[in-house]
T-cell receptor
Framework: DARVTQTPRHKVTEMGQEVTMRCQPI?????VFWYRQTMMQGLELLAY????????DSGMPKDRFSAEMPDATLATLKIQPSEPRDSAVYFC?????????????FGEGSRLTVL | QKEVEQNSGPLSVPEGAIASLNCTYS??????FFWYRQYSGKSPELIMS????GDKEDGRFTAQLNKASQYVSLLIRDSQPSDSATYLC?????????????FGKGTHLIIQP
């Protein structure tokens, strides 16, 4: 059963610490996304990659967030330093890239709490 | 700025009735429309996509699209308690790729046994 895998599922950390979240997209999916979900803002696109190349990271606070895709099986989202306002659920999603741009498969999410 | 609006709810519907979820969007060039279901504490899951005006049926679910009025709706027939979830509407512009995808904040649906 193909699925997007994210780690960690839960993370509690203190303000100022570095946080790294990892994602393994579905094999064969060439487009990978990072979303953040909060009650207030809903789902926000942070960054996405196509064929491992970063295409858009305009939704990401660049002074503290960075996203990379070192190989086709791994995407990472790093926050350094973390702040309490970063507390949210972070979802990775992947897509085949051949459709209408909206048929996303989401991972189970990483719930981040920054104290 | 593209906007997708949904009533946050909660929308309470008795078991066995029809649940009707609505979504309006601001960008007239929008061409692709999606409904995602998200159970509490879980990730969004795609349940319907629609690209042409009219109705699209899949089991108990029917998506309806009216581009002239800029709304898309989701009907759930014979509602079951397991349908209780938040339903997210997502809209994409023509040729936008997934970076053009905009999500609404979702409607919380409760099916009362």
């Amino acid at each position: 059963d193909a699925r997007v895998t994210q780690t960690p599922r839960h993370k509690v950390t203190e303000m100022g610490q570095e946080v790294t979240m990892r994602c393994q997209p579905i094999l064969g999916h060439n487009t990978v996304f990072w979303y953040r979900q909060t009650m207030m803002q809903g789902l926000e696109l942070l960054a996405y990659f196509r064929n491992r190349a970063p295409l858009d990271d305009s939704g990401m606070p660049k002074d503290r967030f960075s996203a990379e895709m070192p190989d086709a099986t791994l995407a990472t989202l790093k926050i350094q330093p973390s702040e309490p306002r970063d507390s949210a659920v972070y979802f990775c999603a992947s897509e085949t890239g051949g459709g209408f741009g909206g048929e996303l498969f989401f991972g189970e999410g990483s719930r981040l709490t920054v104290l | 700025q593209k906007e997708v609006e949904q009533n946050s709810g909660p929308l309470s519907v008795p078991e066995g009735a029809i649940a009707s979820l609505n979504c309006t969007y601001s960008d007239r060039v929008s061409q692709s429309f999606f409904w995602y279901r998200q159970y509490s504490g879980k990730s969004p899951e795609l349940i319907m996509s629609i690209y042409s005006n009219g109705d699209k049926e899949d089991g108990r679910f029917t998506a309806q699209l009216n581009k002239a009025s800029q709304y898309v709706s989701l009907l759930i027939r014979d509602s079951q308690p397991s349908d209780s979830a938040t339903y997210l509407c997502a809209v994409n512009i023509a040729g936008g790729g997934a970076d053009g995808l905009t999500f609404g904040k979702g409607t919380h649906l409760i099916i009362q046994p």
